[in-house]
């Protein structure tokens, strides 16, 4: 499984952006795709997952109410809308993928077998 992330860059306290995470080469049926983020000098950590029909979401605290995570299976394509970003959210934002669905979404790193490259979110005050 390839996975593409994209879509990061440089924002203002208050605004919104998109990042985006194609995946090809993917042969299992049933999995969960989530997003993590890693500042510097910090472990990587969960930020929402989403299952592989789009049913079901899953947001960490910090992020509930801000973020939208929602996915395009046509397109093989997940999507986190982050709005009212805050500086606390710099980071590189991964994606990754989970082979298999068993109706509970798991938010450890280890857990996830496939990653993308990351993609740099800055959020300036």
């Known amino acids: 499984v390839q996975l593409q992330a994209s879509g990061g860059g440089l924002v203002q306290a208050g605004g919104s952006l998109r990042v985006s995470c194609a995946a090809s080469?993917?042969?299992?049926?049933?999995?969960?795709e989530a997003w993590f983020r890693q500042a510097p000098g910090k472990e990587r950590e969960f930020v929402s997952a989403?299952?592989?029909?789009?049913?079901?979401?899953y947001y960490a605290d910090s992020v509930k109410g801000r973020f939208t995570m929602s996915r395009d299976n046509a397109k093989n394509t997940v999507y986190l809308q982050m709005n009212s970003l805050k500086p606390e959210d710099t980071a590189v934002y991964y994606c990754?993928?989970?082979?298999?669905?068993?109706?509970?979404?798991?938010?450890?790193?280890?857990?996830?077998?496939?990653w993308g490259q990351g993609t740099q979110v800055t959020v300036s005050s």
């Open positions: 989403i299952a592989w029909n789009g049913g079901s979401t």
């Open positions: 990754a993928n989970k082979r298999g669905w068993y109706g509970e979404f798991r938010t450890r790193v280890h857990e996830y077998e496939y």
């Open positions: 080469g993917r042969t299992f049926s049933s999995y969960a």
